[in-house]
Nanobody, 124 residues
Framework: QVQLVESGGGWVQAGGSLRLSCVVS????????MGWFRQAPGREREYVVV????????YYADSVKGRFTISGDNARNTLYLQMNSLKPEDTAVYYC?????????????????WGQGTQVTVSS
């Protein structure tokens, strides 16, 4: 069983930065497919970035390329999402997710485990 706990959300002005954390309990995060997704009010949950647990394959949504970076700390078994140059349209609840088998995918339905989410609000 994989348990995920996010933190680091908050309020920031446009152009600012935040770093989200996802503490992983269970397997090493680096050995499983993991990703960050987000859901804005009235919209479907969408992928932000996903990474493979068996290769260096990483997919970023076009809307965040060049601004967001996924990384991790093996010693802390923690996944991070560094978000720079934030825009009001980045406002959403951000979720960490794990997909324990198969290939990495951007399809949210393929992910087995989800955190509780952390709110990010970007003001203009």
């Amino acid at each position: 069983q994989v348990q995920l706990v996010e933190s680091g959300g908050g309020w920031v002005q446009a152009g600012g930065s935040l770093r989200l954390s996802c503490v992983v309990s269970g397997p090493s995060f680096s050995s499983i497919n993991m990703g960050w997704f987000r859901q804005a009010p009235g919209r479907e949950r969408e992928y932000v970035v996903v990474k493979s647990g068996i290769s260096s394959t990483t997919y970023y949504a076009d809307s965040v390329k060049g601004r967001f970076t996924i990384s991790g700390d093996n010693a802390r078994n923690t996944l991070y999402l560094q978000m720079n140059s934030l825009k009001p349209e980045d406002t959403a609840v951000y979720y960490c997710a794990a997909k324990r088998s198969g290939e990495v995918t951007t399809e949210k339905a393929s992910y087995d485990n989800w955190g509780q989410g952390t709110q990010v609000t970007v003001s203009s």
